[in-house]
């Protein structure tokens, strides 16, 4: 493969991103000039940053032959959350589990009490 280090990689990941800067171009035309931090990821980013087997995301479930896990196991008191959960792969999905997660846990509506609670910094 092709050396991670090089100049051509870099490159070549530089290319791959054009079409995501675009498409995010349709809605917010200046978005790079907004972008504070700009990375650009691959599959090998996901196995070496996030311990992923190479780079996938989400459990190995064939379309049509299974469904993802719920967010309860059957150990009390614990719960999972994330891309490998029912509400899906990507960031979406994922702060869905989140949510679904939260929702095992306790109501929407004590949910609800506890966010009244936070005060955020002025």
């Known amino acids: 493969g092709m ?8 490159k070549l990941k530089e290319e791959r991103s054009e ?3 675009r498409a995010i ?6 978005i790079r000039s ?14 070496r ?3 992923r087997d190479r780079g996938t995301y989400g459990p190995a479930i064939a379309a049509g032959e299974g469904t993802f896990p719920g967010v309860t196991t059957p150990l009390p008191g614990l719960y999972r959350c994330g891309d490998s ?3 899906g ?4 999905a994922t702060a869905a589990g989140g949510a679904q997660c939260a ?12 966010n009244e609670r936070i005060v955020m910094p002025v």
């Open 3 to 10: 050396d991670r280090s090089s100049p051509e990689y870099a």
């Open 19 to 21: 079409c995501l800067w």
């Open 25 to 30: 171009e349709r809605y917010i035309p200046d």
């Open 34 to 47: 907004r972008a504070q931090v700009t990375l650009v990821g691959t599959p090998l980013t996901c196995e």
């Open 49 to 51: 940053f996030l311990r």
């Open 85 to 87: 959960t029912t509400a």
């Open 89 to 92: 792969i990507g960031v979406p």
């Open 103 to 114: 929702n095992a846990i306790m109501s929407v509506w004590d949910q609800l009490k506890l």
